[in-house]
Structures are given as C-alpha cells and as structure tokens.
C-alpha cells in the first residue's frame, strides 16, 4: 500500500525568505512523485513532477524538489518566497496498475506568506 | 481550451435529497477521476475512469454512483445526500491509458471544483 505524509500542515514565512515543504512517502512499488499547488477557491495545478533520473527536479513559480530514496522523501523548496506563493501545496504518488493509475495525496500544507 | 469544467460551483442540500455533479474536458484524455477534498485529509479518490465505458472504485466510494458518458464527460451521483458528504468535489482527467507502459504523460488536470453543502 501506498502512503503519502505532510508532515507540516501549515509553515508561516516571510516574503523573500526560503521554504521547504516537507513530504515522505511509503511504497513497495517503484515510485513517481508530484507536487500540486491548489491557490484559494481553485483547482490543484501540478508544481513538478519525479518519473525518473534526475534527483532534482525543477518546476515552475521557481520549485524544485529532491527526491531521496534512501530516506523516502520528496521535499518541496523555494529560495525565494513571494506573498503570490500564499496556497495549499499537495505532495502526491502514482500507482501503476492495469486496471488504471492512481494518485495518492498527502494531508496538504499550507503555506502563509507575509509581508 | 476551457481544460476540465464543473458544474454546479456550489450546491447546498437537505440530507436525503439527490444530486449529480457533472465535469467535462476538452483535452481529449482518456481517463477522468472524481476526488473529494477534506480539511488536513488531502485529496481521496472516489472513483475513476481509466477508459470511456470503464469505471472504477477509489478509496471512497460508498454512497457515490459515477457514469462515464462519453469521452469528454464523467458525472458523480449522490442518490441520497449525508451530512458527511459535505465536501469539495473535484474532477481530474489523464492523457494515460490503462497500464503502466509510461508514465510521462500522467499529469492530472485537475477542474475548479464544486464546494457541497448537505444539511
């Protein structure tokens, strides 16, 4: 079975400081690895995505994120933050499987940007 | 491109009532999914459709009947409303098949979800 924990479920931050979004996963299957931001009252936009090589990813709105596997985790930074950045951000992983794939979020954690 | 539309936004109902929130792409993907998001509870998966003419079971799904129209459509159903059902709906869709040949191109487009009320 497949699990997914954000282990902070809201991180305060000033503007222009750094941040990083802590996600730790669980799978007994090889592992494909996304982060989603969801801004107030919208949908989730994929941030960036982990199918395979590079263990740093970038993404856009100037993420990036490392995938460790030695320590099962996908965290999600930002040198950078603007007030913009304020949103809920969602680390996720995909299930392969024959009969469809599936996602599997994290609790979510969201980020206060201020000024 | 409208990407992954839904409809109604908002929807207040008395426990008991019935109601279908329907979504729609414009993408031409083949797979749609139906996700409900809860406080601290990320998103789970209610059910999905890998394929037109196939659905699924997700992690969530008592209480919830889906159709998977046609292609572009994939509408979720709730026979008889609980107050446990208050939640936000959201509808996603995939360019990915069945099967796990490749991954690249399983990013889900997520629509702007339907904030439900049931009292």
């Known amino acids: ?115 | 491109n409208a990407g992954v539309t839904q409809t109604p936004k908002f929807q207040v109902l008395k426990t008991g009532q019935s109601m279908t929130l329907q979504c729609a792409q414009d993408m031409n993907h083949n797979s749609m999914y139906w996700y409900r998001q809860d406080p601290g509870m990320g998103l789970r998966l209610i059910y999905y459709s890998a394929s037109e003419g196939t659905t699924d079971k997700g992690e969530v799904p008592n209480g919830y009947n889906v159709s998977r129209l046609n292609k572009r459509e994939f509408s979720l159903r709730l026979e008889s409303a609980a107050p446990s059902q208050t939640s936000v709906y959201f509808c996603a869709s995939s360019d990915k098949l069945a099967g796990g040949l490749s991954v690249s191109t399983d990013t889900q487009y997520f629509g702007p979800g339907t904030r439900l009320t049931v009292l």
Do not use: M
């Open chain 1, 1 to 115: 079975a497949q699990s997914v924990t954000q282990l902070d479920s809201q991180v305060p931050v000033f503007e222009e400081a750094p941040v990083e979004l802590r996600c730790n996963y669980s799978s007994s299957v090889s592992v494909y690895l996304f982060w989603y931001v969801q801004y107030p009252n919208q949908g989730l936009q994929l941030l960036l995505k982990y199918l395979s090589g590079s263990t740093l990813v970038k993404g856009i709105n100037g993420f990036e994120a490392e995938f460790n596997k030695s320590q099962t985790s996908f965290h999600l930074r930002k040198p950078s933050v603007h007030i913009s950045d304020t949103a809920e951000y969602f680390c996720a992983v995909l299930l392969i499987k024959a009969a469809g794939n599936k996602l599997t979020f994290g609790g979510g954690t969201r980020v206060l940007v201020k000024p």
